[in-house]
Protein backbone atom coordinates (compact mmCIF):
# COMPACT_ATOMS: atom_id res chain seq x y z
CA UNK A 1 0.00 0.00 0.00
CA UNK A 2 1.64 3.74 -1.27
CA UNK A 3 -0.36 6.15 0.56
CA UNK A 4 -1.28 9.42 -2.29
CA UNK A 5 -2.63 12.59 -1.89
CA UNK A 6 -6.73 10.73 -1.73
CA UNK A 7 -5.52 8.87 1.26
CA UNK A 8 -5.81 10.15 5.04
CA UNK A 9 -4.38 8.84 8.06
CA UNK A 10 -7.16 8.76 10.88
CA UNK A 11 -5.17 8.43 14.26
CA UNK A 12 -8.05 7.85 16.97
CA UNK A 13 -7.64 9.12 20.58
CA UNK A 14 -3.85 8.65 21.17
CA UNK A 15 -4.12 9.94 24.79
CA UNK A 16 -2.91 9.87 28.46
CA UNK A 17 -5.67 8.02 29.84
CA UNK A 18 -5.84 5.42 27.17
CA UNK A 19 -2.45 4.49 27.99
CA UNK A 20 -0.81 2.80 30.82
CA UNK A 21 -1.38 4.51 33.89
CA UNK A 22 -4.27 6.33 32.98
CA UNK A 23 -7.73 6.45 34.05
CA UNK A 24 -9.22 3.73 31.11
CA UNK A 25 -5.91 2.20 30.46
CA UNK A 26 -5.84 -0.15 27.31
CA UNK A 27 -3.54 -2.87 27.62
CA UNK A 28 -0.08 -2.30 26.02
CA UNK A 29 -1.75 1.36 24.75
CA UNK A 30 1.65 3.05 24.54
CA UNK A 31 2.93 0.61 22.09
CA UNK A 32 1.03 1.93 19.30
CA UNK A 33 2.67 5.60 19.72
CA UNK A 34 5.87 4.65 18.00
CA UNK A 35 3.78 2.56 14.91
CA UNK A 36 1.73 5.96 14.60
CA UNK A 37 4.87 7.92 14.76
CA UNK A 38 6.07 6.15 11.36
CA UNK A 39 3.00 6.05 9.78
CA UNK A 40 2.34 9.81 10.45
CA UNK A 41 5.84 10.08 8.75
CA UNK A 42 4.44 7.89 5.09
CA UNK A 43 1.22 9.48 5.13
CA UNK A 44 0.77 13.27 3.77
CA UNK A 45 -2.25 13.67 5.58
CA UNK A 46 -3.41 13.11 9.42
CA UNK A 47 -6.21 13.43 11.20
CA UNK A 48 -6.56 13.21 14.73
CA UNK A 49 -9.37 12.23 16.75
CA UNK A 50 -9.80 13.27 20.83
CA UNK A 51 -11.90 11.88 23.36
CA UNK A 52 -13.60 15.02 24.76
CA UNK A 53 -15.93 14.52 27.64
CA UNK A 54 -17.46 16.76 29.91
CA UNK A 55 -17.36 16.02 33.81
CA UNK A 56 -20.35 13.66 34.78
CA UNK A 57 -20.70 12.24 31.15
CA UNK A 58 -23.33 9.92 30.78
CA UNK A 59 -21.63 7.37 29.80
CA UNK A 60 -19.37 7.45 33.19
CA UNK A 61 -20.32 4.37 35.72
CA UNK A 62 -19.60 7.12 38.43
CA UNK A 63 -22.64 8.83 37.08
CA UNK A 64 -24.66 6.18 37.34
CA UNK A 65 -24.03 4.92 40.67
CA UNK A 66 -22.72 1.73 39.18
CA UNK A 67 -19.34 -0.34 38.70
CA UNK A 68 -17.04 0.27 35.56
CA UNK A 69 -18.04 -1.97 32.77
CA UNK A 70 -21.24 -2.62 33.59
CA UNK A 71 -24.36 -2.26 31.02
CA UNK A 72 -27.30 0.08 31.06
CA UNK A 73 -29.95 1.48 28.25
CA UNK A 74 -30.02 4.94 27.88
CA UNK A 75 -31.88 7.18 25.89
CA UNK A 76 -30.02 6.25 22.43
CA UNK A 77 -29.72 2.14 23.32
CA UNK A 78 -27.22 0.11 24.94
CA UNK A 79 -24.25 1.65 26.64
CA UNK A 80 -21.07 0.29 28.44
CA UNK A 81 -20.36 2.22 31.48
CA UNK A 82 -16.86 3.53 31.85
CA UNK A 83 -14.51 4.84 34.63
CA UNK A 84 -14.26 8.65 34.62
CA UNK A 85 -11.63 9.27 31.76
CA UNK A 86 -10.76 11.67 28.79
CA UNK A 87 -12.43 15.06 30.69
CA UNK A 88 -11.94 17.92 29.19
CA UNK A 89 -8.77 20.03 30.06
CA UNK A 90 -7.78 17.26 32.33
CA UNK A 91 -4.12 15.87 31.35
CA UNK A 92 -5.47 12.22 31.05
CA UNK A 93 -7.31 13.97 27.66
CA UNK A 94 -3.96 15.33 26.48
CA UNK A 95 -2.63 13.26 23.76
CA UNK A 96 0.33 10.67 24.90
CA UNK A 97 3.37 12.84 25.04
CA UNK A 98 5.28 10.65 22.55
CA UNK A 99 2.79 11.35 19.32
CA UNK A 100 4.26 13.23 16.73
CA UNK A 101 1.24 14.84 15.07
CA UNK A 102 2.43 18.60 14.67
CA UNK A 103 1.94 18.23 11.26
CA UNK A 104 -2.04 16.99 11.75
CA UNK A 105 -4.25 18.89 9.82
CA UNK A 106 -7.42 18.55 12.22
CA UNK A 107 -8.51 17.20 15.24
CA UNK A 108 -11.83 16.23 15.98
CA UNK A 109 -12.99 16.39 19.59
CA UNK A 110 -15.64 13.91 20.31
CA UNK A 111 -17.91 12.44 23.46
CA UNK A 112 -18.54 16.34 24.31
CA UNK A 113 -22.29 16.03 24.44
CA UNK A 114 -22.71 15.48 28.46
CA UNK A 115 -25.77 12.71 27.37
CA UNK A 116 -24.53 10.54 24.93
CA UNK A 117 -21.32 8.95 24.23
CA UNK A 118 -19.25 8.50 20.69
CA UNK A 119 -16.87 5.83 19.65
CA UNK A 120 -16.58 6.68 15.67
CA UNK A 121 -15.03 9.67 14.69
CA UNK A 122 -17.96 10.35 12.00
CA UNK A 123 -21.53 10.00 14.61
CA UNK A 124 -21.85 9.83 18.01
CA UNK A 125 -23.59 6.64 19.59
CA UNK A 126 -26.92 7.39 17.98
CA UNK A 127 -25.37 6.27 14.95
CA UNK A 128 -26.69 9.81 13.45
CA UNK A 129 -25.53 13.10 15.17
CA UNK A 130 -22.61 13.33 12.71
CA UNK A 131 -19.21 14.99 13.88
CA UNK A 132 -18.44 16.79 10.22
CA UNK A 133 -15.43 14.52 9.42
CA UNK A 134 -17.29 12.56 6.45
CA UNK A 135 -17.93 16.15 4.55
CA UNK A 136 -14.67 17.17 5.74
CA UNK A 137 -12.86 14.93 3.72
CA UNK A 138 -15.13 14.61 1.12
CA UNK A 139 -14.25 18.54 0.65
CA UNK A 140 -11.04 17.80 1.00
CA UNK A 141 -10.91 15.05 -2.14
CA UNK A 142 -10.01 12.03 0.23
CA UNK A 143 -10.82 8.97 -0.96
CA UNK A 144 -9.26 6.41 1.69
CA UNK A 145 -9.01 6.74 4.61
CA UNK A 146 -6.30 4.30 7.10
CA UNK A 147 -6.71 3.97 11.30
CA UNK A 148 -4.65 3.07 14.14
CA UNK A 149 -4.98 4.02 17.68
CA UNK A 150 -7.11 3.00 20.65
CA UNK A 151 -8.69 0.84 20.78
CA UNK A 152 -9.07 -1.66 18.24
CA UNK A 153 -12.47 -3.06 19.01
CA UNK A 154 -14.43 0.43 20.36
CA UNK A 155 -12.96 3.83 18.72
CA UNK A 156 -11.19 2.19 16.02
CA UNK A 157 -13.62 -0.09 14.39
CA UNK A 158 -16.63 2.44 14.80
CA UNK A 159 -14.70 4.80 12.93
CA UNK A 160 -13.45 2.18 10.30
CA UNK A 161 -17.22 1.13 9.64
CA UNK A 162 -18.76 4.66 9.76
CA UNK A 163 -16.17 5.59 7.01
CA UNK A 164 -16.98 2.56 4.83
CA UNK A 165 -20.66 3.64 5.55
CA UNK A 166 -19.88 6.89 4.75
CA UNK A 167 -18.63 6.23 1.46
CA UNK A 168 -14.72 5.63 1.84
CA UNK A 169 -12.40 3.02 1.44
CA UNK A 170 -11.22 1.95 4.96
CA UNK A 171 -8.20 0.46 6.14
CA UNK A 172 -7.70 -0.41 9.82
CA UNK A 173 -3.48 -0.66 10.69
CA UNK A 174 -3.86 -3.99 13.48
CA UNK A 175 -0.35 -3.48 14.81
CA UNK A 176 -0.56 0.12 15.13
CA UNK A 177 -4.05 -0.56 17.70
CA UNK A 178 -4.43 -2.19 20.84
CA UNK A 179 -8.17 -3.83 22.13
CA UNK A 180 -9.90 -3.20 25.21
CA UNK A 181 -11.33 -6.81 24.39
CA UNK A 182 -14.11 -6.52 26.98
CA UNK A 183 -16.32 -9.88 27.03
CA UNK A 184 -15.42 -10.74 23.48
CA UNK A 185 -15.56 -7.08 22.08
CA UNK A 186 -12.00 -7.69 19.65
CA UNK A 187 -13.14 -10.91 17.81
CA UNK A 188 -16.54 -9.26 17.34
CA UNK A 189 -15.19 -6.30 16.19
CA UNK A 190 -13.00 -7.80 13.91
CA UNK A 191 -15.75 -9.67 12.46
CA UNK A 192 -17.57 -6.94 11.32
CA UNK A 193 -15.02 -5.04 9.87
CA UNK A 194 -14.53 -7.85 7.94
CA UNK A 195 -18.24 -7.65 6.60
CA UNK A 196 -18.16 -4.17 6.44
CA UNK A 197 -15.18 -4.57 3.76
CA UNK A 198 -12.53 -2.81 6.39
CA UNK A 199 -8.91 -3.78 4.75
CA UNK A 200 -6.51 -4.68 7.60
CA UNK A 201 -2.70 -4.45 7.21
CA UNK A 202 0.25 -4.57 9.14
CA UNK A 203 2.01 -1.27 9.56
CA UNK A 204 5.17 -2.67 7.54
CA UNK A 205 2.94 -3.22 4.62
CA UNK A 206 2.48 0.49 4.22
CA UNK A 207 5.39 2.34 2.20
Not at 8 to 36: E, K, M, R, S, Y
Not at 49 to 62: G, L, M, N, R
Not at 136 to 165: I, Q
Request: charged share 20%.
Amino acid sequence: MHPTDTDVLILIDIQNDFCPGGALAVPDGDAVVPVANALVRRFRHVVLTQDWHAPEHASFASRHGLAPFSEVRLDYGQQTLWPDHCVQGTAGADFHPGLEATEAELVIRKGFRPAIDSYSAFFENDRRTATGLAGYLRERGFTRCVFAGLATDYCVAFSAEDAVRCGFQAVVVEDGCRAIDLNGSLAAAMARLRAAGVGVVQSGEIG
